[in-house]
């Protein structure tokens, strides 16, 4: 069987990865697809970026199936495409991405479904938005409706802060949107929420339509600088399991977010297919709110989910494409994964390009390091986007996952290279 997996970031790599170890696939194709797709002789990357293109391919080619990574494709309607088409495809719709491509859909949703999730209100107008913020004080949360590669959400802690994410994010010109926030029909949008104070956890679940099956938990972590300082990013490192989800938090995200959302999508006319992440806030009680929904897997967290488990995910996927996810039970190594990301000179705001990749190790059974950013160049591997590696490992304990992680992440060497050095702070200290 011939596999398409869409996407050329570090979650892309690691889907491939793990799908090339099915012993029925015969060949995984990555469009783009990355350097360290390119360096690997089990993928080939198909320079292919037209929506329509890629699917009359798909359909010359008899790919069997194809698994959509990023959110820009999914919210262009690629399933839909598919699908139309005839062609077997892992996603949700055009229609059901809208809960993570825009948010006022997404917390309206939530609103309508009695989801758990921070209270909020919406805005087109600029004036309106800064003077909502001055009534409600910092700290709080300013989101862009439009898709932002994970950047379009900022935890003011300021005022000041605050009413410079307003600015940036319903600014008209592009010229002066920083954060890269594609806005969505209708103009500029943003949505202005609660600050939500306990310990975020990422839950992703597989969904078919109807069934639902949890992915194994885990923990990103979205500033650039150790003790979560600094900047926004679209996460610098990840582990999974996440001890903060208890058996106890898992079932009652399960029961009060999870599930209906997909009912609610199903009664909305809007069934949901493809994986569903839930960003969850779990405060000191235990009780999950709903922060935000991705359509897709996280990234970096992908990377530690991949190497824990062990059920063929091309079976898991031809199952979740036929409505038979109830059928699926997925296994997972006992052993705790975690990811490190290694980010350009520059990142996030100006990452630079065209640093060249030294000392990239070969994989083992403990230690994969997943491409994002780069790129083949004149027989090199070089930096080609802000985040550029995860360096990934497997080890007993949660420390020994990051000590593994480390060791591997200090042989890798380019100029201006930054990493955390503290991911998985929290799973160690508790």
């Known amino acids: 069987m011939k596999v398409l997996v869409v996407g050329g970031g570090g979650r892309e790599h690691a889907l491939a990865w793990k799908l090339a170890q099915s012993p029925k696939v015969q060949a995984v194709y990555v469009a783009p697809g990355?350097?360290?797709?390119?360096?690997?002789?089990?993928?080939?990357?198909?320079?292919i970026s037209d929506m329509q293109a890629l699917r009359a391919w798909a359909a010359t080619e008899k790919i069997a199936l194809t698994v959509v990574g990023p959110e820009q494709p999914l919210a262009a309607g690629i399933v839909d495409e598919f699908r139309q088409h005839g062609l077997r495809v892992f996603g949700p719709t055009q229609a059901a991405a809208q809960l993570e491509s825009s948010?006022?859909?997404?917390?309206?949703?939530?609103?309508r479904h009695q989801i758990p999730t921070a209270d909020y209100e919406t805005f087109t107008d600029a004036a309106a938005a800064h003077a909502y913020i001055d009534e409600k004080g910092a700290p709080i949360v300013v989101k862009a409706d439009g898709l932002a590669a994970g950047k379009g959400v900022v935890v003011a802690m300021t005022l000041h802060?605050?009413?410079e994410a307003i600015e940036f994010m319903l600014a008209p010109d592009p010229q002066f949107n920083p954060l890269g926030v594609t806005h969505n029909e209708g103009g500029a949008r943003v949505v202005i929420e609660e600050f939500l104070q306990g310990e975020e956890a990422s839950f992703i679940v597989m969904c078919d339509g109807k069934n639902v099956v949890a992915m194994a938990t885990s923990q990103d972590h979205k500033r650039l600088l150790d003790g979560d300082l600094g900047p926004n990013t679209g996460g610098m490192g990840a582990y999974s399991p996440a001890p903060v989800v208890t058996p106890e938090v898992h079932a009652r995200a399960m029961r009060e977010i999870i599930l209906p959302t997909i009912k609610g999508m199903e009664k909305d006319g809007i069934p949901f297919t493809g994986f569903l992440y839930a960003g969850l806030m779990i405060d000191t009680h235990g009780k999950p709110k709903t922060l935000e929904f991705n359509c897709r897997m996280g990234d970096p967290e992908t990377q530690p989910i991949m190497m824990r488990l062990k059920t063929d995910l091309f079976d898991v996927m031809m199952a979740a494409t036929s409505g038979a996810l109830d059928k699926i039970e997925l296994e997972w190594d006992r052993r705790p994964a975690l990811g490190v990301v290694m980010a350009a000179h520059g990142y996030p705001l100006h990452p630079r390009k065209g640093d060249a990749i030294g000392g990239l190790p070969a994989a083992t059974e403990d230690a994969m390091v997943f491409h994002a950013g780069t790129q083949r160049r004149e027989g090199e591997t070089v930096t080609s986007g802000g985040r550029v590696?995860?360096?990934t490992a497997l080890g007993e304990t949660v420390k020994a996952a990051q000590q593994r992680a480390y060791e591997v992440a200090r042989g890798i060497d380019f100029d201006g290279a930054q990493y955390r050095?503290?991911?998985?702070?929290?799973?160690?200290?508790?």
């Open 421 to 430: 050095k503290d991911i998985g702070y929290r799973a160690i200290k508790s």
């Open 389 to 391: 590696l995860c360096v």
């Open 161 to 163: 802060e605050a009413h």
């Open 34 to 47: 990355n350097g360290g797709t390119a360096l690997d002789s089990r993928f080939e990357n198909i320079n």
């Open 103 to 111: 948010k006022a859909f997404s917390k309206a949703f939530m609103k």
